[in-house]
């Protein structure tokens, strides 16, 4: 879903209060305590977090399932162990109601995404 919003609250605040605010909260949370460094902002029409003026992310609620984009997962994750866990593409990983994002695979995941930010390697699609 796309909103038409142009500042971090006006998105947060066009959420509904349903699971999908609650994950993206969560997910919110997790990047911004493993990476405080992140800058966060609006792109695309959806949250973007932007490190050294560059945007390395990109956290989208939709009508199914919470995006978190960044970039080719591949480069991030060689061995596609979240892939085991979450359905994901190219460059998402897509969190659906059920899923657990504060522990597990998918905190691991982001642990490892931030790193692999930070460290200046290329995770562009």
Request: charge should be negative.
């Amino acid at each position: 879903m796309q909103y038409d919003v142009n500042s971090v609250n006006d998105y947060l605040d066009a959420l509904e209060s349903d699971w999908r605010k609650e994950k993206l909260l969560q997910v919110r949370t997790l990047l911004m305590d493993c990476f405080p460094e992140l800058e966060e902002g609006i792109n695309y029409k959806m949250l973007c977090y932007r490190f050294n003026d560059e945007p390395v992310f990109h956290l989208n609620a939709q009508q199914k399932f919470i995006g978190f984009y960044v970039g080719d997962i591949e480069k991030i994750d060689p061995t596609n162990q979240i892939g085991e866990h979450f359905n994901v593409g190219k460059g998402c990983v897509r969190i659906s109601k059920t899923k657990q994002v504060v522990e597990g695979p998918f905190k691991t995941f982001v642990l490892n995404a931030t790193a692999h930010v930070k460290s200046g390697k290329d995770h562009s699609c």
